[in-house]
């Protein structure tokens, strides 16, 4: 990707139970759990996984 290219993308600031993440110029759309815990994990200072955790409230 070119370093002088930009890129658009709409997203939705409305709604929390969604999360965005940038990679390689694409936009990666991620659903959250209604309960639980995402991680970001990173390797070499850009994203390589997104690890979710979902657990049921009683």
Same mark, same amino acid.
């Given at each position: $990707?070119?370093?002088d290219r930009?890129?658009?993308a709409e997203i939705d600031? $409305?709604?929390n139970k969604k999360m965005y #993440? #940038? @990679?390689d110029g694409q936009l990666i759309e991620h659903d959250l759990p209604d309960y639980g815990e995402t991680l970001v994990i990173t390797l070499g200072? @850009?994203?390589d996984r997104l690890e979710t955790k979902t657990k049921r409230k009683v």
């Amino acid at each position: $990707m070119s370093e002088d290219r930009k890129y658009i993308a709409e997203i939705d600031l $409305m709604n929390n139970k969604k999360m965005y #993440v #940038v @990679k390689d110029g694409q936009l990666i759309e991620h659903d959250l759990p209604d309960y639980g815990e995402t991680l970001v994990i990173t390797l070499g200072g @850009k994203v390589d996984r997104l690890e979710t955790k979902t657990k049921r409230k009683v």
